[in-house]
């Protein structure tokens, strides 16, 4: 089992940065090679995917309107995974949640088994 914590959300200015943290526990990461990804969800709309990296670093997956404002990366070392987010934007206010899965496909919510409570990141304009 593995269980994450996401901590830094908060309330941010539009323009401003926030850096998200995920935490495990459980099995380590590496060895059991988790890819691991970060979602969002606003009331009334369905979760959707915002990044994702393998269990190694090695590649990084974005929503396409992202991938010049957010940076995912991670520390096997400490078993936390993070969400460095910048310019943003009110329409980025959401639920931020990070999850584990041990299948290829990190772009798909259906195959991640492990999840978080999440954060909630507030922009204002």
């Known amino acids: 089992q593995v269980q994450l914590v996401e901590s830094g959300g908060g309330l941010v200015q539009a323009g401003g940065s926030l850096r998200l943290s995920c935490v495990a526990s459980?099995?380590?990461?590496?060895?059991?090679?988790?890819?691991m990804g970060w979602f969002r969800q606003v009331p009334g709309k369905e979760r959707e995917f915002v990044a994702a990296i393998t269990w190694s670093g090695g590649n990084t997956y974005y929503l396409d309107p992202l991938n010049d404002r957010f940076a995912i990366s991670r520390d096997n070392a400490k078993n936390t995974v993070y969400l460095r987010m910048s310019n943003l934007k009110p329409e980025d206010t959401a639920v931020y949640y990070c999850a584990a899965t041990q299948s290829s496909d990190l772009l798909r919510l259906s195959e991640y088994a492990y999840w978080g409570q999440g954060t909630q990141v507030t922009v204002s304009s």
């Open positions: 459980g099995r380590p990461f590496r060895v059991y090679g988790y890819g």
